[in-house]
T-cell receptor, first 109, second 113 residues
């Protein structure tokens, strides 16, 4: 079955700097790659997603890239703000969404 | 905005007891899921449900687990004989189709004592 690896497990960045989270997946049949943000005690919420026929997608300060050949995908957050502090999960999906282990992002003042 | 709702928000149960976790998916969604999250860990897939039957299940979803859609709106997860290690947050999710956004409920925190 699908296995999603995510790095780093914890990331601290200065407010205003960029944050990058990287993931790899194992199942070449995966064709949908969502990213979820989970604040403490809350539900996971989708922040951006990308499909396998697209290499890059951007939504304001958030961008995702996908390299299907290498089975890598990444989340980039620019101009980080305190409210970006949360746990971020990458995921890969064929007929079910399989999550990575999460990255705890701390935005330092 | 429509959302997935789950009840109860917190359930405490004795080891060996049966629990039923309830979910109301978004009304026009066709795919339903249960996930669990042990405190501080990742969100783990349990089961997916489509067209009134299980479409996929993980190794975690053994014989003590079952799911049901008893009527047109509810989607339930039953754990027959709870163990201490079943303590976790259980999330229900639904999506309109495959490979589209899955909307998560607020979760049920299950504590087995």
């Amino acid at each position: 079955g699908e296995n999603v690896e995510q790095h780093p497990s914890t990331l601290s960045v200065q407010e205003g700097d960029s944050a990058v989270i990287k993931c790899t997946y194992s199942d070449s049949a995966s064709n949908y790659f969502p990213w979820y943000k989970q604040e403490l005690g809350k539900r996971p919420q989708l922040i951006i997603d990308i499909r396998s026929n697209v290499g890059e997608k951007k939504d304001q300060r958030i961008a995702v890239t996908l390299n299907k050949t290498a089975k890598h995908f990444s989340l980039h957050i620019t101009e980080t703000q305190p409210e970006d502090s949360a746990v971020y999960f990458c995921a890969a999906s064929t007929d079910k969404i399989i999550f990575g282990k999460g990255t705890r992002l701390h935005i330092l003042p | 905005e429509p959302e997935v709702t789950q009840t109860p928000s917190h359930q405490v149960t004795q080891m060996g007891q049966e629990v039923i976790l309830r979910c109301v998916p978004i009304s026009n969604h066709l795919y339903f899921y249960w996930y669990r999250q042990i405190l501080g860990q990742k969100v783990e897939f349990l089961v997916s449900f489509y067209n009134n039957e299980i479409s996929e299940k993980s190794e975690i979803f053994d014989d003590q687990f079952s799911v049901e859609r008893p009527d047109g709106s509810n989607f339930t997860l039953k754990i027959r004989s709870t163990k201490l290690e079943d303590s976790a947050m259980y999330f229900c999710a639904s999506s309109q189709s495959l490979n589209t956004e899955a909307f998560f409920g607020q979760g049920t925190r299950l504590t087995v004592v």
